[in-house]
């Protein structure tokens, strides 16, 4: 299977910036999910998305399937200290790089 | 509801020292079973999945091996560690098909010296 790229590989705000990371592929995906692991813990699942230029909402979290389903991203409004982790995209059992997200009180 | 077990948590080995990592899956019935591994810091570097007992697919050359001599049962094994071989295990299941949210256990660290 193809893996996602994704991108930025580190993410540093100030709390109650926004944050983004982005995954994307050179082939249509039939579905993307996104996972959160926090600091020595393991990945846990947040979402599925499935569709073409499907949006989800999780309070904060806005993820994004595109409409080619070549790419996705998820957003985070306004964070806080308890988002700090790093975020994986997946397709196909293989994960993105993932995000690595730290967050400044 | 489904849980899975792993262990042992934590463990540091010797270089050219046996390697033997256990996973459990409760509360389903053929699953599809995956070894990850993640170096500090890094991504999740997929190693081995078994879709059935006894089928192993193995994904990248290395160190390592895989056994599925149970439907639930899922064990990393290595006959001489090396120093690469040090980073987090993470074994995890999906329900029998594809496209499947992957449940992780808790992990396993392991510190070759």
């Known amino acids: 299977g193809q893996q996602v790229m994704q991108i930025p590989q580190y993410q540093h705000v100030q709390e109650g910036e926004d944050f983004t990371t982005y995954c994307n592929s050179s082939?249509?995906?039939?579905?993307i999910q996104w996972y959160k692991q926090r600091p020595g813990g393991h990945p846990v699942f947040l979402i599925q998305l499935v569709k073409s230029g499907e949006v989800k909402k999780q309070k904060r979290l806005t993820f994004q399937f595109g409409e080619a389903k070549k790419n996705s991203s998820l957003h985070i409004t306004a964070t806080q200290t308890t988002d700090v982790g790093t975020y994986f995209c997946?397709?196909?059992?293989?994960f993105g790089a993932g995000t690595r997200l730290t967050v400044k009180p | 509801s489904q849980t899975i077990h792993q262990w042992p948590a934590t463990l540091v080995q010797p270089v050219g020292s046996p390697l033997s990592l256990e996973c459990t899956v409760e509360g389903t019935s053929n699953p599809n079973l995956y070894w990850y591994r993640q170096a500090a810091g890094r991504g999740l570097q997929l190693l081995f999945y078994?879709?059935?007992?006894?089928?192993i697919s193995s994904e990248v050359p290395q160190n390592l091996s895989a056994s599925r001599p149970q439907d639930r049962q899922f064990i990393l094994s290595s006959k001489k560690l090396l120093l690469s071989d040090s980073g987090f295990y993470l074994c995890?299941?999906?329900?029998?098909?594809?496209?499947?949210?992957?449940?992780f256990g808790e992990g396993s660290w392991l510190t070759v010296v």
């Open positions: 997946e397709n196909d059992m293989r």
């Open positions: 995890a299941w999906t329900p029998r098909g594809a496209g499947n949210t992957i449940y």
């Open positions: 082939t249509t995906l039939s579905n």
């Open positions: 078994s879709v059935g007992i006894g089928q």
